[in-house]
């Protein structure tokens, strides 16, 4: 994808990428081990792109990604992206992920038969694993069956995912946790302390 510009930003969860061209956001990253880590793979991904500020509607973008990463259950899901070079197959996976909101989450197989190919969860996991917008498109927010958390490719894989998904407060199993308003836990709680 041909990018002209790219920036790194600091959030919660530490320095991501973000880079820009004339028809979108190229693509996102999310952190490396280190900075320097991030600005190689930036200038690996994006090869003619230059370390710039980000232009007004880019800045926007990084102050969304800023807040969502913060807990604020920020929709991206209006972020002009740029799919240049991305497979149909992948584009039509993304359009779904793009319709979780923050807190809620998919299994792949879902994903699957939203797109009407219900045999298709494997292929879905692999162009989720190739998503070049990490966040924006919440690639994180999609599980194996059974709410298991499937893969990660980004750094720091699985458990970054469930960091992702630990601020935005998502259920990841179908049991109630907790932290549920669940009455008889409530009650019981209250039975409890009037005891004591």
Known sequence: MPASGYALFETAIGSCGIAWGDDGICGLQLPEASVDAAVRRLERRFLNATRAEPPPAVR???????????????????????????????????????TIQPGETLTYGEIARRIGEPHAAQAVGQALGRNPFPIVVPCHRVLAA????????ANGGVETKLRLLTIERARTASGPTLFDDDPAFCLATRTEGSRR
């Not at 920020?74 to 002009?80: E, H, Y």
């Not at 059974?146 to 490719?153: E, H």
């Open 146 to 153: 059974g709410g298991r958390t499937g893969g990660f490719s």
């Open 60 to 98: 926007c973008v990084i102050d969304a990604v800023v807040r969502l990463t913060g807990g604020e259950p920020v929709d991206l899901s209006q972020v002009p992206l740029d799919l240049a070079g991305v497979p149909d197959f992948h584009r039509r996976v993304y359009d779904i992920a793009l």
